[in-house]
């Protein structure tokens, strides 16, 4: 696989500097990993909806007339790229005028829009200058100062970003010559990151379980006007088994293991 190579021009030092506020706008340092899944869910009046797609879509942003928007993940892809997509779209929801928008599978494909919102996500879930240090510090080790396989994976778990758009960033930042780059993004990865003692879980899809879910702000408005006696029981069912949420009607969650501190 080619080396991603972004065409255009896509302003960097702009697409570094509004992830890095935007991270501080949700309560984020600058340099550390974050649960991007957690920070979605505290964006006020914003619905994720996580369900498959296919194969040749990895996400989606609908920006709604009221401000209720909306952010679909494809749940069939692995975790890794969730994160990449999510990352991505919070690019569409705060930074594109457009009202919806589509993230495809494919890195380096689509309009110069698109491309944007693929580094600012990998700025994001990755801070550059935080990159570089921990970069530098891995690639001091070698004679040629290029990074090895291990190494990605370390970093790649560090800060849970997916495979494939690791290897670009760091290709695309000198640590990584072409070839091992496609070397790289041609392996079996989650058993890679088990024989280094790693969780595979970053390489894999939602849990079946997990495959049709809907947090947010949606849900919180339907709990709302049932209890203001606005909507019927029935009808509360209704939506609520619409937004793939059996388990709000029938309990199905087994709270029996949950611990309370």
Partial sequence: MAYLRYKGMINYAKLMTQAAMLR????????SPLDIFALAQAIERLTIVYRPMGNNLSGMCI???DGDDVIAINS???????????AHEFYHLKYDKNMISICGKQLDTGKEIERSADMFASYFLMPQAALLALADNLSSQYPK?????HDVIRIEQFYGMSHQATV????????LGQSEANEM???????????????????????????????GHHIKQIEEVHEQGLISTGKYEELMLQAFRADLVYGLEDEGDVVLD
């Fill in 145 to 149: 100062q290029k990074l090895e396989l």
């Fill in 76 to 86: 069939s892809m692995s975790l890794g790229r969730q994160r990449f997509s999510m």
């Fill in 185 to 215: 993004l041609n392996i079996i990865v989650g058993q890679t990151a088990e024989r280094l003692g790693y969780s595979s879980d970053l390489y894999k899809p939602s849990p079946e379980t997990k495959k049709y879910v809907t947090y």
């Fill in 24 to 31: 501080s706008q949700l309560g984020e340092d600058s340099c």
């Fill in 63 to 65: 920006k709604g007339q």
């Fill in 168 to 175: 670009y960033r760091l290709l695309s930042a000198g640590y």
